[in-house]
T-cell receptor
């Protein structure tokens, strides 16, 4: 079974300061891990994905995430927030095994607010 | 390459009616997954289709059903609508939807309102 917990429902930062969105996961198999972003009234856009090739994953718009198996975490970071980063972010897990075909399990989401 | 398209974008129905939503995947993608997004429950997996076969199903009642056609286009149907079915329904496509790290590409969604 797969599950994911996003530790903060809301995060507020000032423009130009670092962003940290926290995510813990559970998986019965080697997991695939993703971060998606959803802007208001827009669809979901993939930010980055973990493919087991490297534990530090770089995504679009300057975002990064680090896979830590011992901590079962996949936190999302960005060195400097921009106003356009304000959106809802979802941490997502998918089991690489069992009966998980085509199934992504989403966290509850973290709303990121960026203040000028 | 065109993205995932969903039609219609907005729907208003009344309780007891049924509704059909359509999804066209990215060209070449053979797996289509459906999700329901609500403020209370978040994003929940409905089902996944590959080569016209349902391979996986989430924990939703039998009123929710779907199918996939030979061109990979997919439809989902909700019968006997309830107020709680009001949601954003998202469709996603991927190459194979299997265990090989294929990410899913999402459509803009269909906003269903049940009155």
């Amino acid at each position: 079974a797969q599950s994911v917990t996003q530790l903060d429902s809301h995060v507020s930062v000032s423009e130009g300061t670092p962003v940290l969105l926290r995510c813990n996961y559970s998986s019965s198999y080697s997991p695939s891990l993703f971060w998606y972003v959803q802007h208001p009234n827009k669809g979901l856009q993939l930010l980055l994905k973990y493919t087991s090739a490297a534990t530090l994953v770089k995504g679009i718009n300057g975002f990064e995430a680090e896979f830590k198996k011992s901590e079962t975490s996949f936190h999302l970071t960005k060195p400097s927030a921009h106003m356009s980063d304000a959106a809802e972010y979802f941490c997502v897990v998918s089991d690489q095994g069992g009966t998980s075909y085509g199934k992504l399990t989403f966290g509850q989401g973290t709303i990121l607010t960026v203040h000028p | 390459k065109a993205g995932v398209t969903q039609t219609p974008r907005y729907l208003i129905k009344t309780r007891g009616q049924q509704v059909t939503l359509s999804c066209s995947p990215i060209s070449g993608h053979r797996s289509v997954s459906w999700y329901q997004q609500t403020p209370g429950q978040g994003l929940q997996f409905l089902f996944e289709y590959f080569s016209e076969t349902q391979r996986n199903k989430g924990n939703f009642p039998g009123r929710f059903s779907g199918r996939q056609f030979s061109n990979s286009r997919s439809e989902m149907n909700v019968s006997t609508l309830e107020l709680g079915d009001s949601a954003l329904y998202l469709c996603a496509s991927s190459l194979r939807g299997g265990w090989d790290y294929n990410e899913q590409f999402f459509g803009p969604g269909t906003r269903l309102t049940v009155l």
